[in-house]
């Protein structure tokens, strides 16, 4: 897709619950930004972003660059002023929880799973209830297109399709067939996975913060292979009407600045002794000590996303619940913007 010189977003204001996870928020969705680097939505309705620079492709296609900040390691970088009041307010003593595994929830896969696109897949209409802030392209949907929740959930209901022919991730909320082929859903991005753009500022995706579902997963694949290179999302009961870098939108009306915003990295603490959990646990919490967790949805406390797999073993992953909020911290991620509209990260 070629970009344009610039690009200029008309917001519209439209409601969204406090649980809602991709909807725009309840408050206009013209953004400001604070010395402290958080976006906070405020009155207006025209946002101008200038465009950003992909990062050079590579044959293979990886889920985002060497040099995205989903991939950044996060283990020496200052605590955030604000980390005590932040997790105290998504649970200090509350567990962790794998929202992934092996079998079947309430007759759907345990997780958001992903559905690799087969070549020369055909893309069919989406239409979205939140048109002005989805990328209305064609979706290359196939007929087993895995849905979160099972094609009968009633849910959050994520579809994450990963073509790598073309390298990209399209996502949809709140997604539903339609009886003439075609599909409707609440909200839709498409990711390029080799470059660094973010959507444009205060646009949603398919989930609340306007980031990729996708970056966020714990897959099988890698905690087999011994690591997983990236951050984790995350979801917090309440969040504030504002978001930090890198994530694009809110999903609150709440200006309490004891909440935290969309988009906010933590870390499991270095202190804490993780030697005894069972492998594919222990691999989990490797990963939230160097790389951290993403605040991206309004959601259950410090429920961790993944993909589903049979070779999970859900009573290892469930070993993961003996740690607990206060055995986290929010992180100043601010020296790791390059750009304010662009995911690259320092090292």
């Not at 309430?106 to 802030?133: C, D, L, M, W």
């Not at 205060?202 to 609340?208: F, L, P």
């Not at 939108?249 to 935290?260: C, K, V």
């Not at 959601?299 to 993961?320: H, M, Q, T, V």
Request: hydrophobic residues 40%.
């Amino acid at each position: 897709m070629r970009s344009r010189a610039w690009l200029v977003v008309l917001v519209l204001v439209t409601g969204c619950s406090a649980g809602g996870p991709s909807g725009p928020a309840a408050a206009s969705s013209h953004p400001t930004t604070g010395s402290d680097g958080v976006v906070t939505l405020a009155p207006g309705v025209i946002v101008t972003v200038p465009p950003t620079t992909p990062a050079g492709g590579t044959a293979a296609c990886t889920i985002f660059p060497a040099d995205n900040v989903w991939h950044a390691d996060v283990s020496r970088l200052p605590v955030h002023r604000d980390s005590a009041a932040y997790v105290a307010s998504i649970g200090t003593s509350r567990a962790v929880h794998a929202d992934f595994g092996a079998g079947l929830w309430e007759g759907g896969p345990i997780g958001i799973p992903v559905t690799a696109v087969p070549a020369g897949q055909a893309g069919v209409k989406v239409s979205f209830e939140y048109a002005s802030e989805s990328d209305r392209v064609a979706y290359p949907i196939p007929r087993n297109a895995k849905i979160e929740g099972g094609p009968d959930s009633d849910g959050d209901r994520h579809i994450i399709l990963l073509d790598r022919g073309r390298c990209r991730a399209y996502e949809l909320f709140a997604a539903y067939p339609r009886g003439d082929g075609g599909w409707r859903a609440g909200s839709g991005a498409v990711f390029d996975l080799r470059a660094n753009r973010l959507r444009p500022r205060g646009w949603t995706s398919a989930d609340a913060a306007g980031l990729s579902i996708l970056a966020g997963l714990v897959r099988y694949d890698e905690v087999a292979a011994g690591h997983v290179d990236h951050a984790i999302r995350v979801t917090a009961p309440r969040t504030r009407n504002a978001y930090v870098w890198p994530a694009r939108h809110a999903a609150s009306s709440s200006s309490d600045r004891a909440l935290p915003p969309m988009g906010l990295r933590l870390r499991l603490k270095s202190s804490v002794d993780i030697s005894r959990l069972p492998r594919q646990a222990r691999i989990v919490a490797e990963a939230m000590k160097r790389y951290g967790v993403i605040l991206a949805d309004n959601g259950s406390p410090w429920f961790i996303s993944g993909a589903p797999d049979e070779r999970w073993n859900n009573d290892a992953l469930r070993a993961l619940g003996g740690l607990r909020g206060a055995n986290f911290e929010a992180v100043d991620t601010s020296s790791l913007m390059m750009s304010p509209d662009s995911a690259a990260a320092r090292r």
